[in-house]
């Protein structure tokens, strides 16, 4: 059985460890970390769905998309799913692409969360 509050916590730590690091994480390492494995395909879509509540959640506070910091292990960047997103919560300008759109929400992100930055804000 999953639990869903404690499963979002955990997720949300390996996010911000991560940012707060400046680094980026694949989806299946990211899973790694909470003891999930990315072949089981129930949990891999468990996983996108509290991505997609750490999303909500962190726009609705007026942080960035912490969920940037996940990527897929080629080529790199996130998922369509992040992309969709962030279109949804109306984070794109008609004139981006995708991967100008990430990065520049991975700075955001960056400069939110990263060691010493992140005390600062708080």
């Avoid at 072949?39 to 996108?48: E, G, L, W």
């Avoid at 007026?62 to 910091?69: E, F, I, R, S």
């Amino acid at each position: 059985m999953i639990d869903g509050p404690t499963t979002y916590v955990l997720v949300h730590s390996v996010l911000r460890q991560t940012a707060e690091e400046g680094s980026t994480i694949s989806y299946s390492d990211a899973m790694k970390a909470i003891s999930w494995s990315y072949q089981d395909a129930y949990k891999r879509n468990v996983f996108a769905f509290v991505l997609r509540a750490i999303t909500y959640a962190e726009v609705g506070t007026g942080n960035p998309m912490l969920t940037a910091v996940v990527v897929q292990k080629e080529p790199g960047i996130p998922t369509k799913a992040f992309f969709d997103t962030a279109g949804e919560l109306d984070r794109l300008r008609k004139d981006d692409t995708d991967i100008c759109f990430w990065k520049r929400e991975l700075d955001r992100v960056y400069n939110r969360w990263r060691k010493g930055v992140a005390a600062k804000a708080a």
